[in-house]
């Protein structure tokens, strides 16, 4: 649907489209029982990076992908911030500022963005990790999960 809805958009847009995308921080690294969530994530990013790399030429095209950590957005999702204690409670930002923060990454045209100093910080420390450490950290984590829950 994301797709479909993009190439719509592309195809019957006014003379300025911005498309604001969001993803995931867990879009940036496999996640063993995260498997479905992760990977849809991350093919989110990758499409929409792609298509903006396509489309680079073309000024009146704006493309950002946020990628947050937690969003207490629905009680089971506030339930499981609260279960992971303080990493759910660091990596956690209200609806409000992730909006906030995102339009502003819009406006200065970013291509990906994570909104929160914890966020980031988890991220810069995923790209330096060997993915056999990040697979064995992640797993030991989302193995008590509730599977893919969304």
């Known amino acids: 649907s994301v797709v479909s809805f993009t190439l719509f958009s592309l195809e019957n847009r006014a003379e300025k489209l911005e498309i604001l995308t969001i993803s995931s ?12 969530y992760s ?3 991350m093919a989110i990013k990758s499409f929409f990076n792609s298509l903006r790399y396509e489309l680079r030429k073309d000024k009146s095209i704006v493309i950002t992908t946020i990628l947050p950590g937690s969003i207490p957005t629905r009680a089971d999702v506030i339930e499981d911030i609260k279960k992971q204690g303080l990493q ?3 990596s956690s930002l209200s609806p409000e500022i992730v909006a906030e923060k ?3 990454a819009l406006k200065k045209r970013k291509k990906n963005f994570i909104p929160g100093f914890y966020n980031k ?26 599977k893919d829950a969304f």
Do not use: H, R, W
């Open 121 to 146: 910080l988890v991220n810069f420390f995923q790209v330096l990790t060997p993915k056999f450490i990040k697979m064995k950290i992640t797993s030991t984590k989302f193995s008590k999960k509730e």
């Open 102 to 104: 995102s339009l502003k």
């Open 39 to 41: 990977s849809l994530k």
């Open 88 to 90: 759910g409670k660091l």
């Open 25 to 36: 921080i867990c879009g940036n690294t496999d996640i063993p029982y995260f498997a479905i």
